[in-house]
């Protein structure tokens, strides 16, 4: 798996887009850590291993 700290921002960009129209993508929660499960396991079916770390880069 590639880690999201070392895609291109153009790359995480057209993920985040991907995800947004994806009609699978979890809507009608407030709750940032339901959303956050939910895109890591939507990124890791492509690949990409997303950490809540990668929420608050530099920190």
Known sequence: MRP?????????????????KDPFCLTG???L???????????AARGVLFRVEDLHPGK
């Open 4 to 20: 999201w700290s070392e895609l291109s921002d153009k790359e995480q960009i057209a993920l985040r887009e991907d995800y947004a």
């Open 33 to 43: 850590e339901a959303k956050t499960e939910d895109f890591t396991r939507w990124l």
């Open 29 to 31: 929660t407030c709750s």
